[in-house]
């Protein structure tokens, strides 16, 4: 069983920066990275990053979110600047084995909130 632990989350301001961890409990997955889901909303992807470095971004957090990981730790990270009051979301951890893979892994979720 995988299981994907987040960290970070929490409430900033307007402008502030948070960053988020998510640690795998096994190595070798391929793709991980940060969805997130507002009330009332789909859930979205937010950014992606194979275990290369090859990166993908939704385009409303281009320029302000940086998305990484550490392989030797099987940890991604997502660290977030310049937060907007629309950031504000559950953001979910999630990885696979390659990038053609139909199913992920989760995470529990962590509450990202921007106070305007």
């Known amino acids: 069983q995988v299981q994907l632990v987040e960290s970070g989350g929490g409430l900033v301001q307007a402008g502030g920066s948070l960053r988020l961890s998510c640690a795998a409990s096994i190595s070798r997955l391929n793709v991980m990275g940060w969805y997130r889901q507002a009330p009332g909303k789909q859930r979205e992807l937010v950014a992606d990053i194979r275990s290369g470095g090859i990166t993908n971004y939704a385009d409303s957090v281009k320029g302000r979110f940086t998305i990484s990981r550490d392989n030797a730790k099987n940890t991604v990270y997502l660290q977030m600047n310049s937060l907007k009051s629309e950031d504000t979301a559950v953001y979910y951890c999630?990885?696979?084995?390659?990038?053609?893979?139909?199913?992920?892994?989760w995470g529990q979720g962590t509450q990202v909130t921007v106070s305007s």
């Open positions: 999630a990885a696979k084995w390659t990038y053609s893979s139909k199913s992920s892994y």
